[in-house]
Nanobody
């Protein structure tokens, strides 16, 4: 059974940093484009950042220069380094694995930015 398990969320003060991890199992990780998405209360889920099988990255304008996505194919893990966090970054963060045929989502991890 395919599993994507996120970790690393929590409560952080504005200006702080967190590193999210998403560990995949039972998939051929190397062939999947991996992404991070987030959903704040009362809002739609939105793209945060993606990384292709070749390592090309894309990120939302709201996080450019602050968040960095990376992947370790040997560990079947994708990361999201989040720096200079703002209260508006508060959301549940979800990991996604996608090919042209299949899409898998993790269960989400809560990130709260508050003083």
């Amino acid at each position: 059974q395919v599993q994507l398990v996120e970790s690393g969320g929590g409560l952080v003060q504005p200006g702080g940093s967190l590193r999210l991890s998403c560990a995949a199992s039972e998939i051929n990780f190397r062939i999947y484009t991996m992404g991070w998405y987030r959903q704040a209360p009362g809002k739609q889920r939105e793209l945060v950042a993606t990384i292709t099988t070749g390592g090309m990255t894309n990120s939302a304008d709201s996080v450019k220069g602050r968040f960095t996505i990376s992947r370790d194919n040997a560990k079947k893990t994708v990361y999201l380094q989040m720096n200079s966090l703002k209260p508006e970054d508060t959301a549940v963060y979800y990991c996604k694995a996608q090919t042209t045929l299949r899409t898998y989502w993790g269960q989400g991890t809560q990130v709260t930015v508050s003083s």
